[in-house]
């Protein structure tokens, strides 16, 4: 059984970077089975992809969050991370770390369009001064 954990602060100063590190046991980030994913959920709204590490370490972000975006891994603690810069308040969210299938298109995952195989409880990370 695989399991994901999401941690880092809860909270974030506007214009500074989200930082967010996903440990995975039961099962090797390096696997070809899984595509290891962070998604989030803003309050009242609905999930939103943002990008993806695959077992080769190639990565594939969601072209809206591009920019801002950075997904890397450590293979040896079995965990992957996010980095989300210049955070505002739009920011907010309860992010996830998720384990799809490798098949997974980006199209599929930009739409979210997916099948999350396993996921975390979530971490809530407000963006606040």
């Known amino acids: 059984q695989v399991q994901l954990q999401e941690s880092g602060p809860g909270l974030v100063k506007p214009s500074q970077t989200l930082s967010l590190t996903c440990t995975v046991s039961?099962?090797?980030?390096?696997?070809?089975?899984?595509?290891w994913s962070w998604i989030r959920q803003p309050p009242g709204k609905g999930l939103e992809w943002m990008g993806v590490?695959?077992?080769?370490?190639?990565?594939y972000y969601s072209p809206s969050l591009k920019s801002r975006t950075s997904i890397s891994r450590d293979t040896s603690k079995n965990q992957f991370s996010l980095q989300l810069s210049s955070v505002t308040p739009e920011d907010t969210a309860t992010y996830y770390c998720?384990?799809?299938?490798?098949?997974?298109?980006?199209?599929?995952?930009?739409?979210?369009?997916?099948?999350?195989?396993?996921g975390g409880k979530g971490t809530l990370v407000t963006v606040s001064s």
């Open positions: 998720a384990a799809l299938p490798s098949f997974t298109t980006p199209q599929a995952m930009c739409q979210m369009n997916v099948v999350i195989n396993y």
């Open positions: 039961g099962g090797s980030i390096t696997t070809s089975y899984y595509a």
């Open positions: 590490i695959a077992y080769d370490g190639s990565t």
